[in-house]
T-cell receptor, first 115, second 117 residues
Framework: AQSVSQHNHHVILSEAASLELGCNYS??????LFWYVQYPGQHLQLLLK??????LVKGIKGFEAEFIKSKFSFNLRKPSVQWSDTAEYFC?????????????FGSGTRLSIRP | DVKVTQSSRYLVKRTGEKVFLECVQD?????MFWYRQDPGLGLRLIYF???????EKGDIPEGYSVSREKKERFSLILESASTNQTSMYLC????????????????FGPGTRLTVL
């Protein structure tokens, strides 16, 4: 079955630390991958997306992600986090083989930043 | 900008009540989705619709139904609310059926936090 896995459920970092959140997907074919963020009390918004081309994707607020096809991974990175990055992060993916444009979400990673 | 609105931010209902959650999008999107979000479980798809009057079950459709009479509006119905349906409900929309860039990107509403007592 198609799935998207996020193995880190809760990550705690100090300000200025580097961040990497893991995301793995389990399906083949054409893949579209996304990272969404949900700040406390706010709705989900798109951080970045990968459809094709350059596997290193840059998003908003200094985030980037790298699509590594051989590892079925799409990890999210930021070189230096800020307190305002405290949020829940969701990886999501769409496979060209899935029905009607349905996206599969991972279980989310809660990021807490110590000031 | 795409705007997805949901009728209520907070809702409190009693067990056995019929509950309607409404979602409206203003960008002429073909696809609309209902998810529930629970801690540690991420987003789970309840139902989605790829056209007016068309619907498909998601991963957890039991206890829910949906209605899409107009393209811009997608309603989630809890026929007889139960306490295990206490959750955050998120509506989303996307441009169209997949394959092309941007077609699959989903835009989310602010969510409705439903409490069933």
């Amino acid at each position: 079955a198609q799935s998207v896995s996020q193995h880190n459920h809760h990550v705690i970092l100090s300000e200025a630390a580097s961040l990497e959140l893991g995301c793995n997907y389990s399906y083949g074919g054409t893949v579209n991958l996304f990272w969404y963020v949900q700040y406390p009390g706010q709705h989900l918004q798109l951080l970045l997306k990968y459809f094709s081309g350059d596997p290193l994707v840059k998003g908003i607020k200094g985030f980037e992600a790298e699509f590594i096809k051989s590892k079925f991974s799409f990890n999210l990175r930021k070189p230096s986090v800020q307190w305002s990055d405290t949020a829940e992060y969701f990886c999501a993916g769409y496979s060209g083989y899935s029905s009607a444009s349905k996206i599969i979400f991972g279980s989310g990673t809660r990021l807490s930043i110590r000031p | 900008d795409v705007k997805v609105t949901q009728s209520s931010r907070y809702l409190v209902k009693r067990t056995g009540e019929k509950v309607f959650l409404e979602c409206v999008q203003d960008m002429d999107h073909e696809n609309m989705f209902w998810y529930r979000q629970d801690p540690g479980l991420g987003l789970r798809l309840i139902y989605f619709s790829y056209d007016v009057k068309m619907k498909e079950k998601g991963d957890i459709p039991e206890g829910y139904s949906v209605s899409r009479e107009k393209k811009e509006r997608f309603s989630l119905i809890l026929e007889s609310a139960s306490t295990n349906q206490t959750s955050m409900y998120l509506c989303a929309s996307s441009l169209g059926v997949g394959g092309s860039e941007t077609y699959n990107e989903q835009f989310f509403g602010p969510g409705t936090r439903l409490t069933v007592l």
